[in-house]
Each structure stands twice: as structure tokens, then as C-alpha cells.
């Protein structure tokens, strides 16, 4: 096992070095399979890994020693586990079949575009995977940073587009604000323990020595990096900017892989989070308040990407919502779950737009129905996925952080089925207004609707799959399952708090959930399969629309004022400040020079006369037993 | 004749060199001027020396200590000499080519 564990990132890591250097001499096709084979072959090594894994074989792999000061040793090591090997099934699976898509979708781009896309798209993959290998949190740093530059590379993928370019910088900047909390809490670590790996951090005795203060501290500053990558409040509005980007990237990196990094970065620290109530709690509450606030936002979107987008959000605020309430299988399995359903959306969108001619605004879709009937079918069985209708997977993963919620606090469970409810209700708009109704579209662009080549329909139905069964994974007792991925990640995370519901409460809750997500669902269709809302909306459907408007608001608290700083250092202190000081010590110089230089007259008697007046000066200094000469030396 | 007369006339020559120097425009008094000073410096060499060789005679009768000071006048003369025949020579080309001795004419050089 421990031979084959680098061979997972370094294949990624090669189609990045073939692709990026050969963009401009390799055809079109070779780039392709570089790019999805080598994704594939590490799929291939990540299940061989992850059936050893399920037999009980877990490994630390040390390759050298990254970083060697003093008494500080942070080793280059790989730790594969119960909770890695699932993260990297998940990353080169899904991203093999996004691979595979992007390779037609991506097919009307230049040759060299085309291998700078993939080559980024395999860097990309190649630092998630060092992020959920690494066995130290230096690792999980690199992998951590190496995504951030990746979706900063996609998202201004376009780049001569002005506005996907500020996008990029966007996200960027705001994942750097997370990424700050995240070097934080590494240097808090290093300090209070002397040690980043894992397996020295995780145990009882280093909790131990840690301060409640300590714990605290440490964990709300990793959530604050989570909040970053993962896009919950208040750094979550690059999240939907980040729609910029080309459809499947969105799907990999913006629903799929990175902004799920979070999730495994608690996750994998869940001793640490199981040990402080407070960040628990402040996980729990941000989470279930990014889930209802951008659900809300999702609602009244008429970019068909934005709802995706504002419905990751809301997801991701599920899944720490799992988390803040101590399950966190609950959260790793939506993690999986939505995975598998949200990059199909994704897809499915992608596939929409590609026969659209880049159409996203779906008031200008309806009755795409009959033109991609594949398209449909799997759209439709991700929206009743993400809904949570049993027996489809996002039910079961969903009900388990709603069970867990309401053992901790029953209000949670009542926020976060209202919140299930807005998913059912926007996802189901969305499905109506794009592909039930009449073509609203124009002539020329209905004359041109077309099913997706092959390369695009086989990853969605991959997909779609995987949306309907992948749910039995993790069927709780109560439905007369036995949770395997449960007892799969059980040695890892060995904190989870075991909540006790009555099985009658359970079925009810399960069955409330499913009932009002059944009825948003018809409700849904009824509404917009006719006549869907082709107005710009009113009172407070507009201040859903403009998204509550927090993006103005960002825009006048935090970047007005910089950029009036920015401006002011500039235009005042660079100009008049900086610039003035060099600009007088020249002119200080020359001045000075032009009057230093009428002293060389030429004419010999000034010089004997400044002779003569320099051997007085100094015969002054050294005579009177050199009283001078005291006075300057004391 | 008690030291300080010595000093006081060396000084007195010394500064009246130094004034001359810088005062005068003509090259010969310059020239004049600065073997003053030459010949201040030779008396107070002569009187300091003489004045330590006295000093060291009460103590030991046959010493020759102390007489340096006086030797070095008789280089500094020759010096001197050498020096007067060289600086002459200038003087006496600097007058066929200008037809004057002022040497506020020699700041040819400049520019």
C-alpha cells in the first residue's frame, strides 16, 4: 500500500506538467485524454487504496522532512485513512467524469486554451489531493492554497473579460482573509504543541495540555479559514461571482471538491472541535444561518448557474451545520452526496447552456424537455436528490444532520427543514421554468437546441446514478439499515456524539421533512411550469434578487473605504510624501553641490586662506591640553 | 633670554609670512613671504633645541642630546635653497610668457 500512495497526486500533478508545457504543440484530443487519464489512473490507485483501507490497513507515509528548525520537524507525509481515501475516491471520481465533460464542452476553444484549461483543471486536482492526503496541517496548508490559486486560474479563465477577471480577484482575496484564520491556528498549534501531524495533534494527551482558550481559539480560527474556502458567512459572496468560470470548473471546484475542503479540515479535527462547545455552537449557528440566508437568495435568481451557486452555499451551511452538532458522518456523507448531485446540476446546467449558444438566463429557456431528453431526466433526478425525496441519496444524508440537529436543539431542526423546503421549492423553479412550459427563447436559438455529444451525457448519467443510489451507503437503523459508512469512518472519527432519538420521532421527522420538501415540489411546478415570474420582482422579491444586497453593502463598508486609502496613499502620501523626500534629497544634493562648487575658485590664495583657517581649527582643538577636543569626546 | 621671546618673535614672523601669502599678489614677495615662514620655523626649531640640550647638560656634562633640532635647520636651509633656484626659475618663465608677475594671472588652468 505504502508504495502506491504517491503514485494518487503524482499523476495529476504530470498531465499538469504535459499539459501546461505542451499546450501549444499537442492536439486537442491528446490534451484530453492526458487530462482525463491521468485523472482516471489516480481513480484507478485511489480505489485500489481505498479497498485496503476497508480492510483495516491505514497508513502514514513520511517521504522527507519538509520543514527542519530546531526542535520543529514538519515531515512531507501522506496519511491515508478512512476519512482520505473517501475524499479521494470522491475528487478523482467525480472529477475523472468532469474531466471527461470538460472535454467537450470546453471543444470550441483555441488548441492552447484548451491545454492551459486542463492543465490547470489536473493542478487543481493534483492540490486537493495533497490537501485531503497531507498527514499535517502544513500539507493540508499546501493543498489548501494550491486550490485557492487553481479557482483563481478557472474563474479568470476568460480573461479578457474585465468582470470575470474581478471575480477572480474576489475570490481570491476572500479566500486569502480565510486563509489567514488557517495560518493562524497552524502557528497557534506549532506554539501551544510544538507539532502539526495529526497523529501527535489528535490525541487525548495534547488535548490535555491545551487551555479551554487555547482549543477555542484554535478552532474558530480553522473555522474562519473554512469559512473562506467553503463560502459561509460573511465570506461567502465569491462563492456565486464565481460563476465566472467555465460550467465544469464550477462543478469541480465550486460544488464538488474545494469549497467541501472545509468540511474535511473540522472534520478531521473533530477532537478538537468535540473539546470546545463554543466553536461548536458557532459552527452550528453560522451554518444553519448560511443555509436559510443564501437559500432565500436562491429563490428569486435568474442566472441559472446563480441558483447552483446560492444552492451550494446553503448546502455547505448544511453540512456545518452536521458539524456544529457533533455528526460528522452526517456531514461527510452530504459532502459525498451532494458531490455526486450538485456536479450533475452543474453538468446538467453546463449541458443547457452548451445547447443554448451561452444562454444562463433560464427566463429565456422553457420546454427544453423534448430537445435534451437526457439532460432532463438526469436535471430532474439531481433537483428531487437535492430535495431530499427518499429513497434518492441527498435524503438520507440530509435527514441525518436534521435527526442530529434536533437531538441538539430542536429549533435548529425547525430552521433547517424550512431551509429544505426553500432547496425543494428553488430547485423545482428552476427545473420548471428551464425545461417544462413553452420555448421562450428566439427562433434562431430554438432551431438550434441540440442533446449534448456523448462525452457530455455519459458523466450525467454517471452521475445521476450515483445521485439515486448513493444514499444506501448510509441507510440509518431506524429505516433498517446499518449505516456502513458509519462504521467505515468510526475509527477516525471517534468523537461523535451518538444521539438518541426515539424511532416514532424520528419516522416523524422524516416524515415532515419529506412532506413539506413534496409539497414545495408540486407547488413549485404548478407555479412556474405555465406561467413562470418573467417580471423583475417587487418589494422583497427585488431585495432577493439583488441578494439581499450584501454585496453593495460589502462594497460600501469594506471596499469603498480601501479603495479611497489606496487612492489616498497614492495621489497624497506616494506622490507628495514618498516622492517628495526623493525628489528633495536630489534636489538637496544639486542645490548643495551648486554652492559647495564657487568654493574652487582656482585662485591659489583661497585655498592657502582655507589651508590656514583648517590648521587654526586645529591647532584650536589640540592646544590648551586639548580642551576642545574634550568638549567634543565627552 | 628666557624662551617665550623666541616664540613670540617666530610667531610674530610666521604670521606676518602667512599674511604675506595670502595679502600679496606679486610672486616674489609671495616667494619672500614664504621663506619668512621658513626662517620662523628655523628659529624656533634652533631655540627649542637649544633650550632641551641645556636642560639635558646639568644633568650629564658630555652629552650630545638635545642638538638635533639644530641639525635639521641646516636641511631645512638646504631645502630651502634648492627650493628658492627652482621657484626663481618659475617666476622668471612665468614673467617671459606673461610679461607679469601677479599670480592672479595663473588661474589659466581653470575651466
Redesign the interface.
Known sequence: MNQLVYLVPLFPLLGFLINGLGRKSLSKSMIGTIGSGAILASFVVSLMLFFQVKNGAVATVNYFNFINVQNLTIPFAFQVDQLSSLFLLIITGVGFLIHLYSTAYMHEEEPQHFGRYFAYLNLFVFSMLLLVMGANYVIMFIGWEGVGLCSYLLIGFWFKNDNYNYAAKKAFIMNRIGDLGFLLAIFWIIAKLGTVNYADVFTNDSIQKLSSTDITAITILLFVGAMGKSAQIPLYTWLPDAMAGPTPVSALIHAATMVTAGIYMIARSNLLYSASEVAQNLVAIIGLATALFSATIALKQNDIKKVLAYSTVSQLGYMFLGLGVGAYTGAVFHVMTHAFFKALLFLGAGSVIHAMHHEQDIRKMGGLKKHLPITHITFLLGCIAISGIPPFSGFFSKDEILAAAFAHNPIYWGLGVAGAAMTAFYMFRLYATTFLGTFRGTQDQEHHLHESPSAMTIPLIVLAVLSVIGGFVGVPEVLGGHHALHEFLSPVLVTEQHHEIAHQTEYMLMGISVAIAAIAIIFAINKFSKKPDLQDAQGLGKTLENKWYIDELYDAVIVNPLNNLAGFFKNVVEKSGIDGIVNGVGRLVSYSSRQIRLIQSGQVGGYILFMVMAIVVIVLIWVNDGFIYKLFTK | MPIQYYIVLSLALFCIG?VG???R?NAIIIFMCIELMLNAVNLLLVAFSKMHHNTVLAADKATQAGIEGQLFVFFIMVVAAAEVSVGLAIIVMMFRNTHSVD??F??R??N
Request: no cysteine; net charge positive.
Open positions: 602667512i601669502v595670502l595679502t599678489r599670480v592672479n595663473l588661474n588652468l581653470k
